[in-house]
């Protein structure tokens, strides 16, 4: 629980730095180490949910932490920031140049992280697993529109 606490903090400062960012590079790197976040608390949520006696504060927190910044991709991503100088990103241009289908994309994932929360939330073990499927879909669907292959 500790983990996750400390990862609540790390996340809610990286927003901070994202939105007051004064370069491109500072925007990047906030908000690769925000996603970075985001997928080391899916991972714990989803190691947890595999060992079938999930425990309940290690989902609980994760999920809060993935729903309560899914709402704030698209601010993540300001005009300017399809390149950070030194730092490499694997954001396309796409994300710039097609904000409606972007938009549609980060409202799906911020949809399926709050039903996932729900069923944190409500401890329901069938429920997270299933909302935690639907998450990573949404994760896999932006990818591959979005995201530079490795």
């Known amino acids: 629980m500790k983990k996750v606490t400390l990862a609540l903090g790390a996340i809610a400062l990286s927003i901070a730095v994202t939105v007051s960012a004064a370069s491109p590079q500072q925007v990047i790197e ?27 504060a290690i989902i609980k927190a994760s999920a809060a ?4 910044n899914a709402g704030q991709i698209e601010k993540w991503f300001p005009v300017g920031t399809v390149t950070g100088g030194s730092i490499k990103t694997a954001a396309k ?35 997270m697993a ?8 949404t994760c896999k669907g932006c990818h591959d529109t979005f995201r530079l292959k490795d």
């Open 130 to 137: 299933k909302a935690m499927g639907a998450l990573g879909g």
């Open 65 to 68: 932490l993935v729903a309560g």
């Open 30 to 56: 906030a908000r690769q180490k925000n996603f970075k976040a985001m997928g080391k608390a899916m991972k714990e949520a989803g190691d947890s949910i595999k060992t079938g006696t999930p425990n309940p």
């Open 93 to 127: 241009a796409d994300i710039w140049s097609d904000k409606a289908s972007f938009a549609k994309a980060a409202g799906n994932f911020s949809n399926a992280a709050k039903t996932f929360k729900i069923a944190a939330d409500d401890q329901d073990t069938t429920a």
